[in-house]
Structure formats: C-alpha cells, structure tokens
C-alpha cells in the first residue's frame, strides 16, 4: 500500500503557472509508472501526463508543450509544472501510481483558471 498527496492546486490567471507536487508515503522505487490525471466539470477522468520507470514520458496532446512532469525517486515525489495555463485545464488533477497489477490514487488538488 502506499499513500499519495497531492498539493500546489490553487486559482491562478490565464497564462499563468502552476507546480503540483505529489509526495508518496514510501518508495516509488518500484513504481513502474507515475502520472497525473485530471477530471472537470461533467466530464470523464483523463490522462494528463505519465512518466516510466525508465524515464519515458507521455502527454495528452492538449498539454503538450505546456507541462512537463517529472519524477523524482530520491524525494519520492513527482512533480507537474504548469505554464501558460488556459481555462480549460482546470479541473480536479489526481496522482497515479502503478506497481504491478496495483493502482493508487491520491485524493486530488483543484486548479482554477480564471480567464
């Protein structure tokens, strides 16, 4: 088992900048992928960004160039950097965790983007 907590969400102006920070409760060591997802108003849970084990990296075509995720094992953590933010990013923005055939989820951070 392993807890997840989010933190960093907060209101901010188009264009702007966000880092969300999701700390694990132990070792991501043998996490094989990380990730952030995000769930707005009346629509369906989506992938925002992931990142291997290895390093490999993906993005949702909407954040591309955007944000960037990272992942740090020493720290246990894994990092979102938001820029230049638009309305439509906000949502409910959720940490994930895959070991094995497990998931976890944190209990997400709410980012606001006002125009």
């Known amino acids: 088992q392993v807890q997840l907590v989010e933190s960093g969400g907060g209101l901010v102006q188009a264009g702007g900048s966000l880092r969300l920070s999701c700390a694990a409760s132990r070792s991501i060591f043998s996490m094989s992928s990380m990730g952030w997802y995000r769930q707005g108003p009346g629509k369906q849970r989506e992938l925002v960004a992931a990142?291997?084990?290895?390093?490999?990296?993906s993005y949702s075509d909407s954040v591309k160039g955007r944000f960037t995720i990272s992942r740090d094992s020493a720290k246990n953590t894994v990092v979102l950097q938001m820029d230049s933010l638009k309305p439509e990013d906000t949502a409910v923005y959720y940490c994930?965790?895959?070991?094995?055939?497990?998931?976890?989820w944190g209990q997400g951070t709410q980012v606001t983007v006002s125009s």
């Open positions: 990142i291997s084990a290895n390093g490999r990296i």
């Open positions: 994930n965790a895959k070991e094995g055939i497990l998931y976890y």
